[in-house]
């Protein structure tokens, strides 16, 4: 040990060797030097505190976000950010502003999102946050529309993410860039909102697998357990099943969540019992096994209930919500989905607001209850007008078009896609605005104003070209078909529904397929050519019966019944649906069903 140095006094000789005494040689810059050091030491030790600070508000924060408290999550990360840049901690101040952009994604505030997740990404040194918060800021430049951009860092995400191995990350940004295309459909949509984090980081931005859109939930995020060994291969198996059950592979993902349910209770860890005890409801329900799905998601709601999961509570409602109606017990899946809806109204969440009414829509307008369908879908519209977001506003006027359509009060069902169209060409989404000309065209059809309805479908069909939309352009050659059979142009009827035939076939739409034929049947009736009429009816109610399609087939059965009549044949026709064979006087044109703005 080196001897302890002797302190000098201020009239020593000075230890520097210069003969004139300390206080008047090194004495203040030794003085200075201790100063410096002993505020460098006290700066540190502020630093190392503070950091330990960030780290308690940061779990604070964490609780709230996952109980949907965003409000107070936000609080405690603001002032976490201030702390974070006082003490100049980068990889603080980037996870934080990262946090705060989860806060601002779930709760449709994306043009904050925005402006936080950029400084973000510049700041993440760790690439694992670095594609997390580039992929977040994609989903956030896309819910403003700015699809460039969106493009642009959903791309950067999934390189990075594949560069670094990150497979499940990689699977995440790739369905969220699927949105972004021309024609990416409300089944992408539903997926990549697994793109929207349901926890936050530890030091940097995690991914999370709960959509928080639409009529369903997703997969139960996984917890910790209080044994490694069991926490390990219970983390594996969780995994390996999600991927199964994303294969289609529903029946090995049963038997691998079945497991891990009997794992989780062996620990007698809630957590992770709850949020397998959804999955395996999902994948109940998805083999048709809607009996045991209840009662897989009743438990996972019991589990949530007591554990404060609110963000499982959701879930497990919306997924319930569609067992019931599986069964078809509407009035207990609008019961869950209203539950579920009363939580995200005191969390303030109106995007998830939005997305709910609009599934409770669709179930009471399964139940035959219209006019409550309609309710709903206009509170849908307050709601999307509150968040200033023209997209979804159109969709929705496109919806509550839809419904008047329903129930055949053709004027409100044009005033209503007139105004959708209106938003949708303003905010400059062509494949929303694509499907409104062509439901429009089917409703002036239906008001007899066959010129508006021809030229409708006419600027639908170059949008869906224009696009690629395939599907789109055959559904819209077939309805122009049948807007030119009510004008009485019968061979342009015949030549716009051959032209889709080829589309549908290739795509597997039977359905359309069989309303084209029947379309092109009921202009040969009109054009007296009874054997080219009987030949495509004839083939349009045997794919009519196929797919179910009752209503067509009713239709296709009442033509086939008047070509036969004028051929002096009396035969006995089935159309799928138990109707009479009661020969009717006028030719039914069949329109394909209108279509749905994601």
């Known amino acids: 040990m080196p001897p302890r140095q002797k302190r000098q006094k201020p009239n020593d000789a000075c230890g520097c060797g210069s003969g004139d005494k300390y206080k008047k040689c090194c004495m203040k810059k030794d003085m200075s030097a201790a100063q410096e050091r002993a505020t460098t030491t006290e700066i540190e030790k502020v630093r190392d505190k503070t ?21 107070e999550a936000e609080k405690i990360w603001l002032s976490s950010l201030d702390d974070a840049r006082s003490v100049k901690h980068t990889e603080s101040e980037a996870a934080v502003l990262g946090n705060l952009g989860m806060v601002y994604l779930h709760t449709s505030r994306f043009e904050e999102a925005v402006r936080v997740l950029i400084p973000a990404s510049d700041l993440a040194e760790e690439q694992q946050a670095k594609a997390n918060h ?27 993410a594949e560069k670094i191995g990150d497979t499940a990350g990689a699977r995440i940004h790739a369905s969220n860039l699927e949105t972004c295309r021309p ?33 369903r939930g997703g997969f139960g995020e996984f917890g910790a357990s209080s044994s490694m060994v069991i926490r390990e291969r219970l983390k594996t198996a969780h995994e390996e099943g999600k991927d199964a059950y994303t294969r289609g592979e529903r029946r090995e993902a049963i038997a691998i969540w079945e497991q891990c349910l009997k794992d989780s209770r062996t620990i007698r860890h809630e957590e992770s019992e709850g949020a397998i005890l959804g999955n395996l409801g999902m994948a109940y329900e998805s083999i048709g096994e809607h009996t045991v799905a209840i009662h897989h998601l009743k438990n996972a709601l019991a589990i949530v209930e007591r554990t404060g999961d609110r963000n499982g509570l959701t879930n497990h409602l919306l997924n319930l919500a569609g067992s019931h109606a599986s069964l078809k017990d509407y009035d207990a899946s609008i019961a869950c989905q209203r539950t579920a809806l009363e939580v995200f109204e005191r969390d303030g969440n109106l995007r998830s607001q939005e997305g ?63 105004m959708a ?85 290739s795509l597997g739409d039977r359905k359309t397929e069989g309303r084209a ?82």
């Open 356 to 418: 709910v009414l609009g599934s409770i829509a669709i179930t009471l307008a399964t139940a035959g209850r219209h006019d409550e369908a309609i309710q709903s879908r206009l509170a849908a519209l307050e709601i999307a007008r509150k968040r200033n977001n023209p997209r979804d506003e159109g969709a929705v006027l496109s919806a509550i078009g839809l419904s008047y359509f329903t129930v055949r009060n053709t004027l409100e069902a044009e005033r209503y896609f007139e």
């Open 183 to 215: 024609g990416g459909g409300a089944a992408a949509k539903a997926a990549a909102q697994a793109g929207l984090a349901s926890a936050p980081a530890d030091g940097h931005a995690a991914r999370g697998s709960a959509p928080r859109k639409g009529a």
């Open 51 to 71: 950091i330990k600070k960030l780290a308690i508000k940061h779990d604070e924060a964490k609780h709230f976000f996952r109980k949907q408290e965003y409000g």
């Open 517 to 598: 034929l029947g379309t092109m049947g009921a202009a040969y009736l009109k054009m007296a050519s009874i054997d080219n009429a009987i030949v495509h009816l004839k083939t349009a109610l045997d794919i009519a019966n196929e797919v179910g399609d009752t209503s067509s087939a009713a239709n296709h059965k009442e033509n086939l019944s008047i070509a036969f009549a004028n051929c002096g044949m009396a035969v006995q026709l089935n159309a799928g649906d138990g109707g009479d064979d009661e020969v009717p006087g006028e030719i039914i044109a069949v329109t394909a069903a209108p279509e749905v703005v994601d």
């Open 134 to 160: 580039m992929g977040h800021l994609g989903l956030a430049y896309r819910e403003v529309g700015d699809m460039e951009n969106a493009v642009l860092f959903m791309n950067n995400a999934l390189a990075l």
């Open 421 to 505: 169209l209106g938003v949708l060409v303003e905010c400059g989404d062509r494949q929303g605005e694509a499907t409104v000309r062509g439901n429009l065209g089917l409703v002036l059809t239906a008001l007899g104003k066959h010129d508006e309805a021809m030229q409708s479908h006419r600027d639908a069909l170059e949008i869906t070209r224009e696009i690629g939309d395939r599907r789109g352009e055959g559904n819209n050659l077939g309805n122009l078909g049948v807007a030119c059979l009510s004008a009485g142009l019968l061979e342009a009827s015949i030549e716009h529904c051959r032209s889709s035939l080829p589309i549908v076939q």
